[in-house]
C-alpha cells in the first residue's frame, strides 16, 4: 500500500516514473518492422540491418548502457527469442547508428551472442503463418559496466541486467509473415 501511495504522489507531483527515452526513426512503436530489418535466412526476406536507435534523459549515476532486444511470442515453450544484447555500452553514448551492428559499434561493448548464434543484431523471422511478433528493444541504464559475463545464459544476463538497471526504456516494433 505504502509503494502505490508513494506512486501516486510521484505521478501527482508531475514527476515520471520513467525518464529514459528510447526513439527510432526506423521502428515506430508498436508499429510494422520494415523487411529492411528483418532477418536474411530462415526463409525470412530481410536485409538484417540493425535499426538506428537514439536515447536521452539518462539518470544520475549512469555509467553504462545495456541494450536487449527479445520476441516474447516466440514459440520456444515461454523463452521467447533474443535478437541483439549489447553491454558496456558508453554512458556518454546517445545512440546507435543504423546497421552499426556490422559497421560498428562503440568501443568496449561486449556483444552476446544472440539466438540465431551470432554476435550481432539478428532481425525478426517468426515462424510463417504464426502471426504478427512483439519485438521488444529495451535500453537499460547501468551503474557501472557489466564486463563480458562469459558463460552466463541469457537469462542470467537478463536477471543481472534489471536487477541493476536504474532505469529503462522500451521500443516494440511487430512483424509477421
Not at 501516486?8 to 529514459?20: I, K, N, R, S
Not at 516474447?72 to 556518454?92: Q, S
Amino acid at each position: 500500500m505504502k509503494r502505490f501511495v508513494f506512486c501516486l504522489a510521484a505521478l501527482c507531483a508531475g514527476t515520471p516514473a520513467f525518464a529514459l527515452d528510447l526513439t527510432s526513426p526506423d521502428i515506430g512503436d508498436g508499429a510494422p518492422i520494415d523487411e529492411r530489418f528483418v532477418f536474411d535466412g530462415w526463409g525470412c526476406p530481410g536485409q538484417n540491418v540493425s535499426p538506428e536507435l537514439s536515447w536521452s534523459g539518462a539518470p544520475e549515476g549512469t555509467a553504462s548502457y545495456a541494450l536487449m532486444v527479445h520476441d516474447p511470442d516466440a514459440p520456444t515453450g515461454g523463452a521467447g527469442f533474443w535478437h541483439w544484447i549489447v553491454l558496456d555500452i558508453p554512458a556518454d553514448t546517445d545512440g546507435l547508428g543504423q546497421n552499426a551492428s556490422a559497421e560498428g559499434m562503440p568501443e568496449g561493448v561486449t556483444v552476446i551472442a544472440n539466438d540465431f548464434g551470432a554476435e550481432r543484431w539478428g532481425g525478426p523471422c517468426p515462424p510463417e503463418g504464426d502471426g504478427a511478433h512483439r519485438y521488444n528493444i529495451t535500453l537499460y541504464a547501468l551503474p557501472e559496466a557489466l564486463g563480458p559475463m562469459e558463460g552466463a545464459s541469457k537469462a542470467v544476463i537478463g536477471f543481472t541486467v534489471n536487477a541493476k538497471a536504474l532505469d529503462k526504456a522500451v521500443l516494440s516494433g511487430t512483424y509477421g509473415r
